[in-house]
């Protein structure tokens, strides 16, 4: 089979493109005005339960970090933080950073949670400019169970807190749990490739809104 080219009087692919989704946006409203059914994209887009909750936990948050660097190694605590929710569409972004006044030197830890109503499933990603651990996407095998959010991350190659760069393959989850709407927590327990097996909790977040 052979492919025609477009000529050099034809507009490019991209102008194509550009032109659909042109047409396909002035057609579905247009549709749904005649009592049409809406379109997949229209019904997808449509905030459903998950987006909804989401929207329960806009504002700002007191944030307690709680980091085991081992299995059984003594916890590093860092008071002090706050972490700021908003909503973008069906994406509920966090940019958690030290309160006004803290001693912490200067972060930010941006994170992405969403729900996609087509895979069925929840998607996260995040940036901390502490760790150079790269962008972290994550998402879940199906939805919130029991006020939980379960999540698996993209495997890293964790740096190490030793003076030598580790670089270790490390697996990790992130557990999001809710026990009303004033409080959650969210649990990332390290899984390394050294031949161990052995998983342990290393970094949690404890959030508690800020009354106004």
Do not use: C
Not at 48 to 70: D, M, Q, S, Y
Not at 72 to 94: H, K, N, S
Not at 115 to 121: A, C, I, P
């Amino acid at each position: 089979m052979r492919m025609q080219m477009p000529s050099e009087d034809e507009p490019p692919v991209s102008q194509w493109i550009v032109q659909v989704v042109s047409l396909v946006s002035v057609i579905a409203p247009a549709l749904a005005e005649n009592g049409a059914s809406a379109s997949a994209v229209e019904r997808m887009s449509t905030p459903g339960h998950e987006a909804n909750e989401l929207a329960r936990r806009i504002g700002k948050w007191n944030v307690v970090n709680t980091i085991w660097p081992t299995p059984g190694a003594q916890p590093i605590v860092m008071t002090g933080l706050v972490a700021e929710r908003t909503m973008i569409g069906p994406f509920m972004q966090e940019v958690m950073r030290p309160a006004p006044g803290s001693k912490i030197p200067d972060f930010q830890r941006i994170a992405y949670l969403s729900y996609d109503r087509v895979e069925g499933r929840w998607k996260y990603v995040s940036m901390d400019t502490r760790f150079p651990a790269g962008i972290m996407p994550a998402w879940s095998f199906g939805g919130e169970e029991d006020g939980k959010i379960s999540l698996l991350f993209e495997p890293l190659g964790f740096v190490g807190f030793g003076p030598e760069v580790e670089g270790r393959f490390t697996a990790s989850d992130f557990i999001i749990s809710r026990d009303g709407d004033n409080h959650e927590v969210a649990e990332q327990h390290f899984l390394q490739a050294n031949g161990s097996g052995k998983q342990w909790l290393a970094v949690r977040y404890d959030y508690t809104r800020q009354q106004p």
